[in-house]
RNA sequence: GGCGCAUUCGUCUAGGGGCCUAGGACACAGCCCUCUCAAGGCUGGUACACGGGUUCAAAUCCCGUAUGCGCUGCCA
């Protein structure tokens, strides 16, 4: 394997990361990574009028939370910056120079157009293999425009040219560039330059098979992070599209990967988004997640839901959401799953408790209520022997009384476990609670 | 329309002529476990797009057809 190999992501800041984008970004990373070579980024910000800082930081913040460092790129530096297309220029007009000497160009009302050479050109793609593409018919394939009447610069012109320019050995894009490398090919002959090997990943499509845009679902990269998606999750989940390890291997950490990702193993077919499967290795994920962390994101993704935890004592809520940890499969569901922690305005679910409160439980939660006003002490143990205690004195299972229980005090159905809960609540927030139940029925 | 690429369970995939009465995973259903929900364990159903070849033998090779996607821009 080669050491010089060098690759590029070169999005255009539209503002957000596609998840498509995000894919490509990871499988030139995991090229650059697997054979020690360079990972370029470069800002294809030639459109002046759409592009805005915010919308370049997007990306930034978006391969920085997926752990997709660059080698070179803004903030990063390198030989062969810089590395916004908005400053280059001058570079692109020497090409531009020396095409048109070259006889390559002519102009039509005002922009510039290349001359094709108007031949059968080959493309031998890593992934799809060598394939022909016939360009000498001017009805079919018209001669490519490179540069607007004002002065701008066309994807196709500034891209080649950067490449060379940067020497990208591989150049790992999206299928829908695949037909447009034929011509890309006939510019780097113009330019007398050697082409780069070209590999073209599958696309990533709607769960319905249809192209995913800005407003689908799954669709930026900044979604993931506000839902409280891992980064680790949302990465491994993005190679195994498109990517196998060819075993039955699917939770795998980026080192390994980085070992045996091999771009000829990537697939050619479309692949559609499943979001259920992002989740699930997600949940996977969470159970690996140290306290620590998942004490910090649990708080920042209560955070962004609006639950204020001012006025909780810091070891209240530490408790509190320890209880939480290895029971979500994402950070988003944690609002609804503790939210009875923090607001004393319990709602019931209307279904529960339409099962729950019923005539013969009001006397048995009342039992609950009792016995855990007497306990000597509101432990999980404590708690848990009491509710058993009532249980057995009433002749029922242990269930009958969970139920209506946890119903009365946090409201839901389902949550943490209800003896713990109970002990973060504390006796007195506890039997309050069950008495406002009582009312309920 | 032209050109290109693709086509294995609903989805992601394994498979590269005999090991395939097609394997794994997600999702789904049932059972077990259990303080709820998850998790975990077990079980179940569902796929080689279609039609022709080639071959003793095809999911695997070839050719058509269909369908999907991409390109066909003074978008990237």
Redesign the pocket.
Known sequence: MQNNVRVRF???PTGYLHVGGARTALFNWLHARHTGGTFVLRI?D??KSRNTSEAVQVIFDSLQWLGLDWDEGPMKGGSAGPYFQSEREAVYQSYFDRLKEGGHLFE????W?FRSPREVVVVDDEI??K????LRSPE???D??IR???G?????FV?VVDDIEMKITNVIRG??????TAKHLELFKALGAEPPRYAHI??I?N?D???MSKRDQGASMTSYREAGYLPEAVCNYLC?????P???R?KMDMSEIVKRFELA?V????????L??C???N??YM?DVSDERFQELARAALGRAGVKLDGYAPEYVTAALATCK????VFHDLPAYAGFYFSDAIAYDPVAAEKQFTVENRPRLAAVRSAFAAASCFD?AAV?SALKGVAAAMGVK??VL??PT?LAVTGA????????LLEVLGREKVLERIDRALGAF
């Open positions: 070169a999005p255009s294809e030639t459109d039509d009302g005002g922009a157009r799809c293999g394939i022909e593409f016939d079919t394939h018209p490519m425009t607007r009447p004002d701008s610069w066309i994807f196709h891209n299928e829908d560039h695949l037909s447009n599958p696309l499509l769960p098979g249809t192209k195994l599209l498109g990517w196998s060819k075993d039955d699917e193993n697939n050619r077919k479309n692949a559609a988004f499943d259920d499967k989740t699930w290795l949940a996977e159970k290895g029971k979500l499969r999980a848990e242990v269930g969970v139920h946890r159905a389902s949550g943490p476990s209800l003896y713990h």
